[in-house]
């Protein structure tokens, strides 16, 4: 690196040096198989020790509010490998390296050489690659550099989430990923040949340095939103997020849905930013693509039974409400309202680190709960408060936080991303004004349907009586498992009571991104009321606390045993007589069911005194298996007298080469 010899800043180092302690956190795992497990602690105090110089860095960085660049050597034919900085990706760069550690101490619980031989070092590897080949995306600015470090990253996840390739769903799994992830990289070749026809390099273009009204502008922006949007899972472009998730093991899956998700956001974040002010259709599509993802992801979250895959649906919620927040902040930057587009971009951005904190921990103590019971069915769980308390409260932190209540940091984002939406009406009194303003009645619909789905899962799993599978030796993790969710949670509640603090890196990652912000009058402190909120939160939390104290005091000091307070006329209450998952989201899935296409699986009540009855539903992922599977069925039976060429006879194929190559010769010279 060349201006590494000419003395870079601290931040920087900080960063690079954490970047190159977790590519090479795995590589003695590969070295020291006759050692299982120390390879796996190696990684894990590897990726802790890139977290917090990762960390450190960045936030560093954010309030220096300054850009940095480095150029490496390389002989490629692809002009300046360009790494750099910037307050806009080092926001990118916390979750990375925070999740990062969190994710590789948790793997040496949950994942232990002892009982995963054989896989542990590759999983340690690719963990580690993933980790740093994410950081290096958001510092490349060389669009070969960019697509090489994002081939890295994509292979790195899936060969992460297909450790254990002896099932067949994840197998399956892996290869849906891997297609959707392929289609995605092929956009974003057609994006990258576009943007080096327009500023003639593969350098990537300056802020504001390109002309939206331009011919290639707007295929430019397409490919940008679809390929990238892929990535991050928005809604209709998500159909390899449910299963990947649910597939992989709990610490990658807190990894990729946590941060590779957040790339797709980055690089639609990072080409926006290209464009001088772009049309008005531009934030309307990201706009209602957000609402989209936003709303049918939390409908197909209510009918899921397995906690994974729940989960997963919940990632594209909040996909969508990142998408709403950068929506806005386009058409702010359009109707040149500069408080709506500071309020969009910063709610969108705080929203991108909430996500992957308390994203992060869901998936942590999902993993935790599976480690404990051996299945994902939350239907067959029950109880699980009373063993695993810490797992418990963690989970229950998430929740909150993810369904955007006080006084957590959901409430904070989606806060900012309201009063995005209110304050469109105040910046102009045309018909535009009314476009901003439908977002709040969404984002207040997914609101109401994320806590009913937290209900559900947080009552029928750690709530009531332990179901079907319940077993004695049922316990918590060991430390390395506890302490990343307790982390997790402490900083989940910490932008939560103090938002003021937080607020001079969101904004300082905004004015990256449009540096006219910077020179107007608006102000996060000034548009948002960051102390009041934090201390209505921390009131709220004191009183929490403080309730929870006396309830538990006063239970000690009685000596009160717990016990059933209603019966309903039975003695001794069973788990039959709680709800399912199934039964409990049974109305919002029927009044849905036009978007979800429920199945139905039941039995009739016959008689005065009927037999035994059952009853579950099954909701399906609708896009995938009733519209491109049957799309891509369509496509084969077309293409399939084609597939003649194919027939497994060197010569045959010899001569194909040769007559493309003469082809190509007579068109290159024609």
């Known amino acids: 690196m060349d201006q590494l010899a000419q003395g870079v800043s601290l931040s920087a180092n900080l960063v690079l040096v954490a970047t190159l302690l977790a590519g090479c956190s795995g590589i003695p795992g590969l070295f020291l198989g006759s050692r299982p497990g120390r390879g796996q602690i190696v990684a894990a105090w590897f990726l802790v020790a890139a977290g917090v110089l990762g960390v450190t860095g960045a936030v560093i960085h954010l309030f220096r509010e300054r850009s940095e660049s480095f150029i490496l050597s390389w002989t490629l034919p692809f002009g300046t490998a360009e790494l750099s900085i910037d307050p806009l990706s080092a926001i990118f760069l916390i979750p990375i390296f925070l999740v990062g550690a969190c994710s590789g101490l948790y793997a040496v619980g949950y994942w232990p050489a002892s009982r995963q031989r054989g896989s542990e070092a590759r999983l340690s590897f690719f963990l580690g690659t993933l980790v740093a080949s994410m950081s ?27 450790v254990s390739d002896r099932d067949r769903q ?6 849906v990923y891997l297609v959707a992830t392929h289609c995605g990289t092929l956009l974003l070749f057609v994006m990258f040949a576009h943007l080096k026809v327009v500023t003639g390099g593969f350098s990537l273009p300056a802020v504001g340095s390109l002309d939206p009204n331009s011919g290639y502008a707007t ?17 209709p472009f998500h159909v390899w997020l449910p299963a990947a998730h649910a597939s992989a093991p709990s610490h990658i899956s807190a990894m990729m849905s946590g941060v590779m998700l957040k790339m797709g956001i980055y690089g639609i974040v990072r080409v926006l930013s290209f464009f001088s002010v772009p049309p008005i259709w531009w934030g309307v599509l990201v706009l209602v693509l957000g609402v989209i993802s936003g709303v049918v992801g939390v409908m197909f979250a209510l ?117 995005a939406a209110f304050s469109g009406l105040i910046a ?65 509640i910490f932008i ?70 209603w019966d309903c006329g039975y003695i ?42 059952k009853f579950s539903s099954h909701v399906p992922e609708v896009v995938l298996e009733q519209l491109y599977l049957p799309f891509l069925a369509k496509i084969q039976s077309l293409i399939a007298p084609l597939r003649r060429v194919q027939h497994g006879q060197l010569h045959l194929y010899v001569l194909y080469i040769l007559v493309t190559l003469v082809s190509l010769l007579f068109w290159s010279h024609w």
């Open 572 to 613: 001794e209450p069973t788990p039959r007589m709680q709800y399912t998952s199934s039964s409990f989201a049974e109305m919002l899935t029927r009044l849905n069911a036009m978007f979800l296409r429920p199945e139905w699986h039941s039995t009739k009540i016959k008689g005065l005194f009927p037999a035994a009855a």
């Open 303 to 419: 009918g899921q039974h397995d906690i994974k895959r729940l989960l997963a649906y919940h990632s594209i919620e909040n996909i969508g409400i990142i998408a709403i927040g950068i929506g806005l902040a386009l058409i702010g930057r359009t109707m040149g309202s500069s408080d709506l587009a500071l309020l969009g971009m910063s709610g969108a951005l705080l929203h991108t680190v909430n996500h992957a904190t308390f994203k992060s921990l869901l998936f942590l103590g999902a993993g935790s709960v599976i480690h404990a019971t051996e299945t994902r069915e939350i239907d067959l769980m029950g109880g699980l408060s009373r063993r695993l308390p810490w797992t418990s409260l963690c989970f229950l932190v998430g929740s909150v936080a993810i369904c955007g209540l006080p006084p957590l940091n959901g409430f904070v984002s989606e806060f900012l991303v309201y009063l």
């Open 219 to 235: 295929l430019i922006f397409l490919a940008a939103l679809i390929g990238f949007g892929a990535k991050a899972g928005l809604m």
């Open 136 to 162: 290096l995306v958001v510092m490349a600015c060389n669009g070969a550099l960019f697509l090489i470090v994002w081939e890295f990253m994509a292979l790195s996840s899936f060969f992460a989430m297909t």
């Open 496 to 565: 939560g009571v103090f938002p003021f603090l937080i607020s001079p890196l969101v904004q300082s990652a905004a004015f990256a991104w449009l540096p006219s912000l910077a020179a107007s009058s608006s102000r996060l402190p000034s548009l948002a009321p960051l102390v009041s909120i934090a201390a209505v939160n921390g009131l709220l939390l004191a009183l929490i606390l403080v309730f929870s104290y006396v309830i538990l005091k006063r239970v000690g000091s009685l000596g009160v045993s717990p016990g059933v307070t």
């Open 170 to 175: 994840v197998r399956d799994a892996g290869l």
């Open 428 to 492: 102009t009194e045309s018909w535009l004004a009314a476009i901003p303003a439908m977002a709040a009645p969404a984002l207040a619909l997914i609101g109401a349907l994320a806590v009913a789905c937290f209900v559900k899962v947080f009552g029928i799993a750690f709530l009531g009586l332990p179901r079907s599978i319940s077993k004695e030796d049922e316990h918590e993790g060991g430390w390395q498992m506890l302490t990343p969710m307790v982390l997790l949670a402490s900083i989940c």
